[in-house]
C-alpha cells in the first residue's frame, strides 16, 4: 500500500478528519463564490425577527416559534449580527460533517473519502452559496436521519450519535416540517436494507433489533409531534388564526395558480373582481384590504378544478418528470453516485431490492408534489437528493479491493471539484460585479426611503428588495423597513407589518395612499396601479413622480379635480 493511502486509512474514521474536511470545503466554496439568498423567504423571516420593524416577532411562521424566540433574543442581544444565516451555515456546517464522519465509518474504504467528498462539495454549494431554509431543513434532516440509522446499527448503540440524531433530526423539522418528512420517506429506503440485512438471523436476534429500530425512530416521531402541538398552541390568538387562514388560501392561489379569468368571467364578477383586478392579484399586490378579502380569495379559490389522481395524471406526470429532472442540478451528483455503485459496489438481492424501493419512494415523493401542484423546486430538490444520494452510499457494499488508490482517488475529487465550479463561473466573487452594482442600487433606494421619516411607502411586489439589497452575512440596520408598507407577499399580512403600517394610518395601502400627503406608492406598473385604482376608487386621480429608482419609481397618488 502506498503511503498516502497508509495514512489516509489510520485517520479517515476521526472526527476531526470530517470536521476538517468539511472545513476546507466550506472555505473554498467562500472563497471562490459569492453567498446569495436563492428567495426572498430568509430575509422575509429575519425581518420578523432582526427589528428592522422596529419591534419583533418569534412567530416565523414557516420555521418553529421556538426558533423564533431564539433568533429574536440573538437580534436583541446584538442587532448587528445577521444572526439567522449564521444559525442556517452553523447547522449546515455540523450536519455535512456528520454526514460526511457517517458514510466514511459506514463504507470502510480510502476510497469512501474521495466519494463522499464529492457528494459534500455538490450539496454544500447548494446550501452555503444558494442560502435558503428549506435546504438547510433538508440537509439538517438528512443528517440526524443518517446519525439515527448510523447509532443503531452499531454493535453496541452509540448513545452520542443517538442523541445528536435526536437533536439534528428535531432541528431540521423545526426549520420546515414538510421537508422533514419528505427526507424521511427516502430515508426509509435504508430502513427497508436493515430489515432486509435480518433475515437469516437468529428470533431473538430480530425481534431485538426490530424493538431497537422501531423503539427509535417511533421515539423521534413522538419528538415531532410533541413540538408541532407546542408549535400550533402559539398561534392560537386571533389575529394569528385570521392570518393563517389568509396566508393558507394567498399561498395556495399563488403556488398553484388561479383559475383562468376568462373561462371563469361570471363567477369571478359574481365575487366582485374584474379584469383589472385579476391583474392586480396576478401581479402579487393583493393588499387591498377591502376587495380582496379573505371570503372573496377563498371563492376564487373555489373555482379552481380539483385535480383527481388518474392513469391520465400519472402518464402526464412521468412524460413531465423524464422530460425536467435533467434540468435538476443536484440530479447529476446522484446519477455519478450511481455510476460508482454500478461498476465498484457489490449488487446482491438486499442491495437491489431496498434500491427498487428507493426508486419508488422518488417516484410516489415526486407524484405527490406534482398533485399538490408544486414540484421540481430547486430548494426542495436539494434535500431530496441528498437524502437519496446517501440511501444509495449505504447499501454500498464496496467489492473486496480497494478499486483506486489515494492518488488516483484524489485526482478524481479534484477533477470533478474543478469542473463544478468551472460550470459555476458565473457565481464566482470575480465576475459579481455587476450584481454587486445592482444590489447597491437597490440599497441606495432603501436608504433613500428610510431617510425620509415624514412618510410611508406602499410597495409594490417586485420593487423594494431587502434580500436584493444586502449580502448573505450583512445585518440591515435597525428600523430599516419601519415606513415601509408592502403590497404583497406572505410578510405583508403578518401582524407585525400590519401594526407598522398602522402607525402610518395605512389600513388599506392601495387606497389609502390616495390623496394621503404622508405616503408614496412604489411601483414598477404605474399604468396597472392607476387603471385599478382609476377604476375602484379615484378615475380622475393622478400620479406624480417624486423618486426615480430606476426600474421603479415613487409616486404621489393625486386625488381627482
Avoid at 433568533?71 to 439567522?84: A, I, K
Avoid at 427516502?186 to 427497508?192: K, P
Avoid at 489515494?406 to 466573487?429: C, I, K, P, Q
Avoid at 415606513?483 to 407585525?496: D, E, F, K, Q, R
Amino acid at each position: 500500500m502506498i503511503r498516502e493511502d497508509t495514512w489516509l486509512e489510520k485517520r479517515r474514521e476521526k472526527l476531526w478528519f470530517s470536521f476538517l474536511l468539511n472545513a476546507l470545503i466550506l472555505f473554498v466554496l467562500l472563497a471562490v463564490f459569492r453567498p446569495v439568498y436563492e428567495t426572498n423567504d430568509d430575509m422575509g423571516i429575519a425581518g420578523l425577527v432582526n427589528m428592522v420593524k422596529g419591534e419583533s416577532d418569534a412567530h416565523v411562521l414557516f420555521p418553529h416559534y421556538l426558533f423564533g424566540l431564539l433568533w429574536e433574543l440573538l437580534y436583541r442581544l446584538h442587532q448587528g449580527v445577521p444572526w439567522l444565516p449564521l444559525f442556517e451555515y452553523f447547522c449546515m456546517f455540523f450536519s455535512f460533517t456528520a454526514i460526511t464522519y457517517v458514510l466514511i465509518r459506514k463504507l470502510k474504504s480510502n476510497s469512501s473519502v474521495w466519494i463522499t467528498a464529492i457528494l459534500v462539495f455538490w450539496f454544500s454549494y447548494e446550501g452555503y452559496i444558494q442560502v435558503q431554509f428549506t435546504k438547510t431543513a433538508g440537509i439538517v434532516s438528512t443528517a440526524g436521519l443518517l446519525l439515527l440509522f448510523y447509532a443503531v446499527t452499531q454493535e453496541k448503540v452509540s448513545g452520542k450519535a443517538l442523541v445528536l440524531g435526536m437533536l439534528f433530526s428535531c432541528t431540521g423539522f423545526m426549520f420546515r416540517k414538510n421537508q422533514f418528512f419528505a427526507e424521511a420517506a427516502l430515508l426509509t429506503g435504508i430502513g427497508v436494507y436493515l430489515l432486509l440485512q435480518l433475515r437469516g438471523k437468529g428470533r431473538k436476534e430480530q425481534y431485538k433489533n426490530f424493538l431497537l429500530y422501531f423503539g427509535t425512530f417511533g421515539s423521534l416521531l413522538i419528538f415531532v409531534f410533541a413540538l408541532r402541538i407546542v408549535n400550533q398552541q402559539c398561534y392560537t390568538s386571533q389575529e394569528w388564526q385570521a392570518f393563517r387562514r389568509m396566508n393558507s388560501v394567498r399561498r395556495d392561489l399563488y403556488d398553484h395558480g388561479f383559475p383562468p379569468y376568462e373561462e371563469n368571467k361570471e363567477a369571478y364578477e359574481e365575487l366582485g373582481i374584474d379584469e383589472v383586478s385579476y391583474r392586480m392579484l396576478r401581479s402579487w399586490n393583493q393588499m387591498d384590504t377591502e376587495r380582496f378579502d379573505v371570503e372573496t380569495l377563498e371563492g376564487i379559490l373555489a373555482l379552481r378544478q380539483q385535480k383527481k389522481l388518474t392513469p391520465g395524471l400519472v402518464k402526464n406526470f412521468v412524460r413531465e418528470f423524464a422530460a425536467k429532472i435533467f434540468k435538476v442540478p443536484c440530479f447529476y451528483c446522484f446519477v455519478l453516485i450511481c455510476i460508482y455503485w454500478l461498476l465498484w459496489g457489490r449488487h446482491g438481492k438486499a442491495e437491489l431490492l431496498a434500491l427498487f424501493y428507493e426508486a419508488l419512494a422518488v417516484f410516489l415523493v415526486y407524484l405527490y408534489q406534482y398533485y399538490d401542484g408544486r414540484y421540481l423546486l430547486n430548494r426542495v430538490d436539494v434535500g431530496l437528493w441528498l437524502a437519496v444520494s446517501c440511501t444509495v452510499l449505504w447499501t454500498f457494499v464496496m467489492k473486496e479491493q480497494e478499486y483506486f488508490p489515494a492518488r488516483t482517488g484524489a485526482a478524481l475529487t479534484v477533477t470533478v471539484t474543478l469542473l463544478l465550479v468551472y460550470g459555476l463561473r458565473g457565481e464566482w466573487r470575480v465576475n459579481a460585479k455587476t450584481d454587486l452594482e445592482k444590489m447597491m442600487k437597490n440599497r441606495s433606494a432603501l436608504e433613500t426611503i428610510h431617510e425620509d421619516a415624514e412618510h410611508v411607502y406602499v410597495t409594490a411586489v417586485k420593487t423594494v428588495s431587502f434580500h436584493q439589497s444586502y449580502e448573505v452575512f450583512e445585518a440591515v440596520p435597525f428600523n430599516m423597513a419601519e415606513n415601509i408598507c408592502p403590497l404583497g407577499g406572505w410578510t405583508a399580512i403578518t401582524p407585525l407589518y400590519r401594526r407598522a403600517a398602522e402607525r402610518y394610518g395605512i389600513t388599506n395601502p392601495i387606497k389609502d395612499v390616495i390623496g394621503n400627503e404622508k405616503a408614496y406608492l412604489v411601483t414598477g406598473d404605474i399604468d396597472l396601479m392607476m387603471e385599478y385604482i382609476q377604476v375602484h376608487y379615484d378615475q380622475n386621480a393622478k400620479a406624480e413622480i417624486v423618486h426615480d429608482f430606476g426600474k421603479y419609481k415613487a409616486y404621489a397618488i393625486q386625488k381627482g379635480d
